[in-house]
Nanobody, 116 residues
Framework: QVQLVESGGGLVQPGGSLRLSCAAS????????MSWYRQAPGKEREWVAG????????MYADSVKGRFTISRDNAESTVYLQMNSLKPEDTAVYHC?????????WGQGTQVTVSS
């Protein structure tokens, strides 16, 4: 059974940091392209960052470039999103997504709220 479980969300003040984790199981994680998406209330889901299977290639949405860092540990089947210099507009539910052999898997998400 495929599972993606996000954790690490919470309430943080503007300018603060959070590190999200997404633990995967039930498929070959090291073969999967991993991404983070987010969805704010009343808005469509937005792609945030992606990382190749071996971790050698990363890419970011312009809105988070220079502030967020995606990484992965294939031995632990986990992908991370380090978020620095957080802004109120980063408030959203953050989801991880795995793509492997043209199949997609999604996690349930973790809430990130940036507010003073």
């Amino acid at each position: 059974q495929v599972q993606l479980v996000e954790s690490g969300g919470g309430l943080v003040q503007p300018g603060g940091s959070l590190r999200l984790s997404c633990a995967a199981s039930g498929f070959s994680f090291s073969d999967a392209f991993m991404s983070w998406y987010r969805q704010a209330p009343g808005k469509e889901r937005e792609w945030v960052a992606g990382i190749s299977a071996a971790g050698g290639t990363t890419m970011y949405a312009d809105s988070v470039k220079g502030r967020f860092t995606i990484s992965r540990d294939n031995a632990e089947s986990t992908v991370y999103l380090q978020m620095n210099s957080l802004k109120p507009e980063d408030t959203a539910v953050y989801h991880c997504k795995a793509v492997r052999r043209n199949r997609e898997y999604w996690g349930q998400g973790t809430q990130v709220t940036v507010s003073s």
